[in-house]
């Protein structure tokens, strides 16, 4: 056999069993390992691994896009000293994700804009990366696909996709009431998903309020004592950033001189 029908028929098996970092990196590795006079096994060791690590980044690149962060955020821009509030030694160890192993869940309670969703973010973002499936939704946006899923007699497929995931992060539960149906839609996923896997759930109210936007004591209730039977409670009370920062721009064009005058 010639080196040309030789290199189709290889580039050709290569493709059908879907190597396709080992079909762009077989010329440039035998060159490489020509010079370095390394052996066969030598040379696919070095092509396997890289396939192997191109295959895990493009898993993780999968992972992220299903998701559907909002924003990818990490614990490396969060300012925990302008939020002392939170426990920064209870986050650096859920980053490690035994709470997720351990199918807990992790309830961030506090002010609208001292960081629960960063921080929410963060955390999913670790179980990406930690290899785990992840979706990320707005409770209202949840609620909403719910009651959609019910008018379209789909509810059972979309509870379904829900259950497949190991980690559910429900953001800003408390801005908006639900209806009687939305709310008992939302107690159904917390419901199934109670020791399967895990929820994170960021929120404004104190549990005591949850009635206001659950409307049933009986329901927001039977919803607590699913969410914190296996909790991590974070608290962020401190400043509101985005207050800050609005603070600090209005004080900067008070002492910028005008240009015009």
Not at 126 to 140: D, E, L, N, P
Not at 150 to 170: D, G, H, P, Y
Request: aromatic share 6%.
């Amino acid at each position: 056999m010639n080196e040309a029908k030789t290199t189709v028929l290889l580039e050709h098996h290569l493709k059908v069993l879907k190597l396709p970092t080992v079909l762009r990196e077989y010329v440039p590795v035998a060159a490489a390992c020509s010079q370095d006079k390394a052996d066969y096994a030598t040379y696919l060791l070095r092509l396997t691994e890289r396939e192997l690590l191109d295959r895990e980044r493009r898993a993780a690149d999968r992972r992220l896009q299903a998701a559907r962060l909002p924003v990818v955020k990490t614990f490396d821009t969060f300012e925990f000293s302008s939020q002392p509030s939170v426990n920064e030694a209870l986050v650096r160890e859920l980053m490690r994700g035994h709470y997720i192993a351990d199918h807990e869940n992790v309830l961030i309670v506090g002010n609208s804009g001292t960081g629960k969703t960063h921080l929410a973010t963060a955390l999913a973002f670790s179980a990406c990366a930690q290899g785990r499936k992840v979706r990320f939704y707005t409770v209202t946006q949840l609620v909403r696909q719910l009651l959609e899923a019910r008018e379209e007699r789909t509810s059972q497929r979309l509870f379904s996709q829900l259950e497949r995931c190991q980690l559910l992060v429900l953001d800003e539960l408390g801005y908006v009431p639900f209806t009687k149906i939305g709310a008992e839609l939302l107690f159904e996923v917390v419901s199934r998903a109670y020791e399967r896997l895990s929820l994170i759930v960021t929120t404004n109210l104190p549990f005591e309020a949850w009635t206001e936007v659950m409307g049933s004591e009986r329901l927001t209730g039977a919803l607590l004592d699913r969410l914190t039977h296996r909790v991590h409670i974070l608290e962020a009370n401190g400043e509101s950033f985005r207050l800050r920062e609005a603070k600090t721009r209005q004080k900067r064009s008070r002492v910028t001189p005008d240009k015009t005058s």
